[in-house]
C-alpha cells in the first residue's frame, strides 16, 4: 500500500482559491492512479477528481478544480478555485493501482489519507 497525507485546507471566503496536496511514500505515484474525494457532514462521500494516464472531474466541479501531480515530488495537487459554499466538506486522497479505466468508487481504493478539512462561506 501507499501512504497518503493531505495538507492545504482551510476556510476561505466563496470565490476563493485552495490548493490541497497529497504527498505519498512507500510508492511511487507514478504507477498509481490518484483520486480526490470528498465528504460533507451528513453525505456520503462522493468523487471530485482523479489522475491516471488521464483526468477525470465530477461535474460538479468541472472548470474550477484541476488535478495534478508531480512524479518527482510523488505529490498530487487539487487546484481549488472560485470556491463555493457548497465545497465545505473533508477532503480525502485515495491511491488505487493503475488501471485501463479510471475508478471513482471508493469502495475500489484501500489506501487513503486522514483527510484536510476545506470550509467555505458565503
Known amino acids: 500500500q501507499v501512504q497518503l497525507v493531505e495538507s492545504g485546507g482551510g476556510l476561505v471566503q466563496a470565490g476563493d482559491s485552495l490548493r490541497l496536496s497529497c504527498a505519498a511514500s512507500g510508492r511511487t505515484v507514478a504507477n498509481y492512479q490518484l483520486t480526490w474525494f470528498r465528504q460533507a457532514p451528513g453525505k456520503e462521500r462522493e468523487f471530485v477528481a482523479a489522475?491516471?494516464?488521464?483526468?477525470r472531474y465530477a461535474d460538479s466541479v468541472k472548470g474550477r478544480f484541476t488535478i495534478s501531480r508531480d512524479n518527482a515530488k510523488n505529490t498530487v495537487y487539487l487546484q481549488m478555485n472560485n470556491l463555493k459554499p457548497e465545497d465545505t466538506a473533508v477532503y480525502y486522497c485515495a491511491a488505487r493501482p493503475k488501471s485501463p479505466f479510471l475508478r471513482v468508487d471508493s469502495r475500489n481504493f484501500d489506501s487513503w489519507g486522514q483527510g484536510t478539512q476545506v470550509t467555505v462561506s458565503s
Open positions: 489522475i491516471s494516464l488521464s483526468t
